[in-house]
């Protein structure tokens, strides 16, 4: 969306990433009203990021409410964790350039890089039968680092769920 220019001029001027500032909105509004995640935290930026990419990728977001079976294809494309990792870099790949754009790659990177400290899914078993006291070694030892959207893409998913 180009703003109109007051010089004169007409044309050109600032781009301004609208389509991404509102996907980002979406997912904002998204997991706010589920509540599932405090808005300062790493972890929840990583679901706006990851819910405002499913969004932005598959067609952009609608205006105003979502649509029943908008919200059904936002689920399934956030149902799966290396399948939806491949489809963004799939779309990304395949996309122009532009300030949107931009704005979704710069989410992508910061989603693929950085990594968060999470429960060790795979680390956790049965309980045993007797409670042990293992201290904050085994505390630390049932955590891995993570790449950011392996957390914020369930978090994005529950959060549609829950809309």
């Known amino acids: 969306m180009r703003p ?3 010089d004169g001029t007409g044309g050109g001027g600032l781009l301004v990433p609208m389509d991404w500032m509102y996907a980002e909105y979406i997912a904002d509004e998204m997991l706010r009203t589920g509540d599932l995640m405090e808005p300062s935290t790493l972890e929840y930026r990583a679901g706006r990021d990851a819910l405002a990419l499913t969004v932005f990728l598959s067609g952009g977001a609608v205006p105003d409410a979502l649509p029943a079976a908008r919200l059904d294809e936002l689920r399934l494309l956030t149902a799966y964790g290396a399948q939806w990792c491949g489809w ?3 779309r990304l790949g395949a996309s122009g350039a532009g300030p949107d754009l931009a704005l979704a790659r710069a989410a ?3 989603l693929e890089e950085t990594e968060l400290l999470a429960a060790d899914l795979d680390a956790i078993g049965a309980p045993p039968w007797e409670a042990v006291d293992d201290g904050p ?3 630390e030892a049932a955590q891995v680092w993570t790449p950011a959207w392996q ?3 369930p978090l994005g998913h529950l959060a ?3 809309h």
């Open 4 to 6: 109109e220019r007051q």
């Open 88 to 90: 963004v870099r799939e």
């Open 108 to 110: 992508w990177r910061w």
């Open 137 to 139: 070694d085994a505390e």
């Open 151 to 153: 957390l914020g893409l």
């Open 160 to 162: 549609i769920h829950l």
